[in-house]
């Protein structure tokens, strides 16, 4: 089992539309949560963290349930410019300590006019 | 913007020769990491520091090799470049905020090994 794993891709959204990406991970030590978003050929760049308690950010929310080891991001009225990879992240790692980080393969969104 | 620089950004290389990626961040951040991405899927971490003279092994197997004599540079080594080299390679600094240590990324690497 992946220690993080998303939703295969991808997903093909028009302008506006609302989308929800989810992940989960297996790592119940995991105390850090994230969503990264990666343009292509890009570095990763940090879209936002997740608190316990879920958070908002704009257009973005995101919820995280412990219990369930379970992460979602949901994008409301998307754009164009919306369009990259998603990545879930967690701390901690197989082998290494808890400074580090575990990503997922991504979920790619496609927002088309 | 994250400050943090990696060098060459792209590089096309014969088997067998030597080289070095290098990475620097302005930033004062003790911990550095390299991870290595193939097109289409997951970043895995080949290797971290967590300060001058710490290295370690990341999850991710790898014939590289890391030093941290200096704490804003971290730079990567591959003895003899083989094609299975062939991949993206990106560094990262990380700091501690509110929610865990949020990692910044330099720009990658894109290695071809001939």
């Known amino acids: 089992r992946k220690e993080v794993e998303q939703d295969p891709g991808p997903f093909n959204v028009p302008e506006g539309a609302t989308v929800a990406f989810n992940c989960t991970y297996s790592?119940?030590?995991?105390?850090?949560f994230f969503w990264y978003r990666q343009d292509c050929r890009k570095e990763p760049k940090l879209l936002m963290s997740?608190?316990?308690s879920g958070n908002e950010d704009g257009r973005f929310t995101a919820q995280l349930n412990r219990a369930s080891q379970y992460i979602s991001l949901l994008i409301r009225d998307s754009k164009l410019s919306d369009s990259a990879t998603y990545l879930c992240?967690?701390?901690?790692?197989?082998?290494?300590?808890?400074?580090?980080?575990?990503f997922g393969k991504g979920t790619m969104l496609l927002v088309s006019p | 913007e994250a400050d943090i620089y990696q060098t060459p950004r792209y590089l096309v290389i014969g088997t067998g020769k030597k080289i070095t990626l290098e990475c620097s961040q302005t930033?004062?951040?003790?911990?550095m990491y390299w991870y290595q991405q193939d097109p289409g899927m997951e970043l895995h971490l080949i290797h971290y520091?967590?300060?001058?003279?710490?290295?370690e092994k990341g999850d991710l197997s790898s014939e590289s090799t890391v030093s941290r004599i200096r704490t804003e540079h971290f730079p990567l080594t591959l003895e003899s470049a083989r094609p299975s080299h062939t991949s993206q390679y990106l560094c990262?600094?990380?700091?501690?905020?509110?929610?865990?240590?949020?990692?910044?990324f330099g720009p990658g690497t894109r290695l071809t090994v001939l």
């Open positions: 520091s967590y300060g001058v003279n710490s290295t």
């Open positions: 930033m004062g951040h003790d911990k």
């Open positions: 990262a600094s990380s700091e501690l905020r509110e929610t865990g240590y949020e990692q910044f």
């Open positions: 997740v608190y316990s």
């Open positions: 790592n119940s030590a995991s105390q850090s």
């Open positions: 992240v967690v701390n901690g790692g197989m082998n290494s300590g808890y400074s580090t980080l575990t």
